[in-house]
């Protein structure tokens, strides 16, 4: 049982931080299409790493859970 809720849990958390990325990459967009006085090149970095940083995450927890039960 503590196994099952470990898998459950570690998903969750994958899932968790694929949504973050997704909210994130929405947040840039719509950042560079309205008219507020904003360093361009700034967002689409510190933006991009960031996504990259919480969707690489998230995908790693979701292959965690995934090779724990397997074994």
Do not use: T, Y
């Not at 969750?12 to 560079?32: N, P, Q, R, T």
């Amino acid at each position: 049982m503590e196994k099952e809720r470990k898998e459950a849990v570690l998903g969750e958390i994958g899932k968790f931080f694929i949504d973050i990325a997704k909210l994130v990459f929405g947040g840039i967009i719509l950042a560079s299409i309205m008219k507020i006085e904003i360093n361009r090149s700034l967002l689409f970095i510190l933006g991009g790493i960031s996504v990259l940083v919480f969707a690489a995450s998230g995908l790693m927890f979701i292959a965690l859970s995934k090779s724990k039960s397997k074994q």
